[in-house]
């Protein structure tokens, strides 16, 4: 049989003969003709080919990739149609090709070409796809590829381009597919792509641009998929992406970005595909992908910097069926809104944060969820009426890799899988609602800013039900979450529920002009600590603990004797209860010096710890004038172990008048309500035990009473 393209033998010389002659003789041809036109150690057969289309067809190719080849064989058939030249030592080709008229695609990456003028390239009119990765290109030339009229596909990547002529992809009209990426071009010119009205894939990430242009990409009016990888973009004009109406896909992956580009995505109607992926942003707001009404899978991975997920960050993306934010070592809150009106989505993949909880509300608005993942993240496995309705036997929804799915907390917990302890406790008197738990990320535990600058103290939580919140100031006053404050010092959230508090404090430091001086000469002030049992019932204690003056200051470095020290203002306080009946540890807000022991056995021993931290203030003295500083992060703790013996049947009569002392002590400093307080300090006895006095006491020992 012959070869396509071939005429037989007997054909070629003219010679008659018998037809079982000719079989014979045109198998014997085929041998010595394929032995003198394959070049040596090349292989050459006909093999599967696939138009840029993916369209099948069978092509002739010569395989002679790795040879160590110094230039292009001579012996080549006229009719190969893939010739792959990859791996060798080829610098330059003269006339080698010329006679491969018929060659579709060809491959000569790997190679040591400088020059695209150099490779011979001007009689191949039929090719359709060109390899040129990996050789040492410094420049496209203006007409460089001009006769390539069929090219469909250019691959021109991993080389040392630097300068690209206007005109360097002149006549290349049908090209589809061009990728220039790992270049060394420090711009985009938008006259490149007025010869390519075809183009439908640009990728030209990897390059050191030093910033995109308004309508850099104008003339590519067919293009659907952009990739700008890896080019150190911090921003994006609003206008970059102008003309580009039918992008499908674009990728951000491992730039500078701080924020979601919103304004030059929004010129994007039928974006689908968006990756983010490896970007510095550190939270997604509303509004960020607004208008993307087709988009269907977004990409938010493996950025180092995001925090939070805010409210209605997703709004309006109808018809996005997949959302990924995994692998982001901060992420650690997501609003329960966060996901409101995604009417779409399938699959939601969150593993490997620093997610503690996700809100029940976050999920129910969800409903086409089908599967989601969790695993690697510190979950609270406490919260059951948030997992419960998803996770739990009547759910429908998938969780994704569920054996490592894990519980981080609380103690007894932590280890077992999160739907088995959903399906034993959701609905079986298991704990449903739970603490309040201040992100660790929320804010930093110090804050340096100069004099004059402005910062936003925003605060976090995870809890069921959802927390409230509230800050105090360095002096003392309760401000709410959009108050503003112009003092220096410890700033501390409270955060809490129904079921009880979480605190965490920032010290904020303004950094002023000699302020290393003013250090030179302070009073430091000493106070003793005083913690003791302020009311005894049958059934409660009342721990009350504060620092009094030590009855003076002493002097370092100074003679200023005389200046009063303000007392340190409290950071923290930690209660530990613990005997065999009972044992739990309590967070107490940092503006509260009381604590009600409740539901306490007749005749019991107790053991309770108490964790006190503040800071100190210092009375720093200049040149002219005495300046008062806060010392950010000068923070310590001071740990008493108390011993309770509860005697049974004692009972201190209660006046009639039952009000909230901790109530009206703290209207007069704060006007903190009592009622917005950790639910043990909610019942306060009016009536109070012998005052301590100002005796001071060494808190290296521990105390029992």
């Known amino acids: 049989m012959s070869l396509p393209g071939w005429l037989p033998w007997h054909q070629r010389q003219g010679v008659p003969i018998s037809y079982p002659a000719v079989r014979a003789c045109a198998c014997v041809c085929a041998c010595v003709c394929g032995a003198v036109l394959c070049p040596l150690q090349c292989v050459c057969e006909t093999r599967p080919w696939y138009t840029p289309q993916s369209v099948h067809h069978q092509a002739r190719t010569v395989d002679c990739n790795e040879l160590h080849l110094q230039r292009v064989p001579a012996n080549i058939s006229a009719d190969t149609q893939v010739l792959l030249l990859q791996s060798n030592n080829i610098s330059s080709i003269t006339t080698e090709l010329q006679s491969l008229t018929n060659l579709t695609e060809l491959d000569l990456s790997q190679n040591h070409f400088t020059q695209v003028g150099s490779m011979g390239l001007s009689s191949l009119g039929r090719l359709v796809t060109l390899y040129l990765e990996e050789n040492h290109i410094e420049e496209l030339e203006d007409f460089c590829l001009r006769n390539l ?199 939601l993949l969150l593993h490997n944060n620093q997610l503690s909880l996700l809100s029940g509300d976050l999920l129910s608005s969800l409903h086409s969820l089908e599967e989601v993942s969790l695993h690697s993240n510190p979950l609270r496995c406490d919260c059951l009426s948030s997992w419960g309705p998803h996770l739990g036997n009547q759910s429908h929804l998938k969780l994704l890799d569920s054996s490592i799915t894990i519980c981080s907390s609380p103690p007894h917990l932590i280890g077992q899988e999160l739907q088995e302890v959903v399906a ?107 913690f003791h049992v302020q009311v005894v019932h049958a059934q409660s204690v009342v721990l009350e603990w504060k620092l009094y003056p030590s009855g003076g200051a002493s002097a370092v470095g100074s003679n200023h004797h005389d200046i009063p020290g303000p007392l340190p203002r409290w950071t923290s306080a930690t209660v530990h209860i613990d005997n065999p009946q009972i044992s739990y540890t309590a967070k107490v807000p940092v503006d509260v010096q009381e604590y009600n022991l409740t539901h306490l056995l007749p005749a019991t021993e107790y053991h309770v710890c108490l964790t ?87 808190t290296t020992k521990t105390y029992m009473w």
């Open 149 to 347: 009229s069929s090219l469909e596909e250019l691959y021109i990547n991993h080389n040392h381009i630097s300068s690209i002529g206007p005109k360097a992809f002149a006549g290349l009209t049908n090209l589809l597919r061009l990728h220039l990426n790992s270049n060394h071009l420090v711009a985009i010119d938008s006259r490149w792509f007025e010869s390519l009205p075809s183009l439908e894939i640009l990728m030209i990430g990897e390059n050191p641009i030093l910033g995109l242009e308004e309508k850099n990409f104008l003339p590519l009016s067919r293009l659907h998929s952009l990739v700008l990888a890896g080019m150190g973009l911090a921003s994006v004009p609003s206008a970059a992406f102008l003309g580009l109406d039918y992008l499908e896909s674009l990728s951000f992956y491992d730039n500078r970005l701080r924020s979601v580009p919103r304004d030059a995505l929004s010129v994007l109607p039928n974006l689908k595909f968006l990756d983010l992926n490896r970007n510095p942003i550190g939270r997604v707001q509303q509004g960020d992908f607004q208008n993307l009404e087709h988009l269907e899978e977004l990409s938010l991975n493996n950025m180092e910097d995001l925090l939070m997920v805010e409210r209605a960050a997703f709004q309006n993306l109808p018809e996005l069926a997949k959302l990924e934010l995994c692998n982001n070592p901060r992420l650690s809150y997501m609003d329960p809104q966060a996901f409101s009106n995604l009417p779409s989505l399938r699959t």
């Open 424 to 530: 034993v406790g959701w609905g079986g008197g298991g704990t449903n609602s739970c603490l309040p738990h201040i992100t660790p990320h929320s804010f930093p535990p110090t804050i340096n800013v100069s004099a004059g600058q402005p910062i936003t103290l925003e605060c976090w939580a995870d809890a069921d039900p959802a927390p409230q919140f509230y800050w105090v100031t360095p002096n003392g006053d309760k401000v709410g979450q959009s108050d503003c404050s112009s003092l220096t010092g410890v700033y501390t959230c409270v955060a809490w529920n129904i079921e009880g508090a979480d605190t965490k404090s920032v010290s904020v430091f303004v950094d002023s002009q000699g302020y290393a001086d003013s250090l030179s000469s302070m009073n430091l002030v000493i106070h003793c600590f005083l």
């Open 612 to 698: 006190a931290g503040f800071s100190v203030e210092l009375v720093a003295s200049r040149r002219s004038s005495v300046a008062l500083a806060a010392v950010m992060g000068s923070m310590f703790a001071l740990s008493i172990m108390a011993l309770l013996v509860v005697y049974m049947g004692r009972r201190v009569q209660q006046h009639k008048s039952c009000g909230h002392s901790l109530k009206k002590y703290m209207q007069h400093a704060t006007s903190i309500p009592l009622n917005e307080l950790y639910p043990p300090l909610i019942t306060l006895w009016e009536t109070r035990g012998e005052e301590a006095g100002g005796s001071q006491i060494d």
